[in-house]
């Protein structure tokens, strides 16, 4: 993957461009890890070799995994980077191509990009944090009270 900024205001802006064979979520996480990134918003576009994205399912407080064993434009994905503790953690959700012209969306878990996948991340300069909230068992974004 590359990345160069392109914007350097109060809300810094960064182009990343992955390369064929990156997988999304991980190398996401990765470079906000690397960067300091605590507070980011990010849309993107391109193609995919295959994902695995989530529904998630009230009763058992857990995703339901939605294979996606084929080559897929990416028609939207938007999502967002906050710490939970203090580890960045991408919340994406997408909605796929297919072939036929039909899509598939949901949270996305997993996704290997083919050829490659351009984002738009832009780094807010306050923070956003995760917290476990006990209903569901998922990480929310606190924004405090």
Known sequence: ??????NDGP????????????EVVSTLERFAK????TASRF????ALEGAVLGY????RKDYERIPVPEQVEVLSLNGDIALDGDQPKV????????RDG?????????ATVRPTLEV??????GYLRKKCDRETGLALIDIGS
């Open 91 to 98: 919340h994406a959700h997408t909605v796929l191509g297919r």
């Open 56 to 59: 998630f399912d009230w009763e």
């Open 11 to 22: 809300e810094r802006t960064i182009a990343l461009v992955f390369d064929k064979g990156d």
């Open 120 to 125: 738009v991340l832009v780094e807010s300069p």
């Open 43 to 46: 849309s993107a576009i391109g």
């Open 1 to 6: 993957m590359k990345s160069k900024v392109i």
């Open 34 to 37: 690397e960067h300091g990134l």
């Open 102 to 110: 039909s899509t598939v969306g949901g949270h996305l878990l997993e």
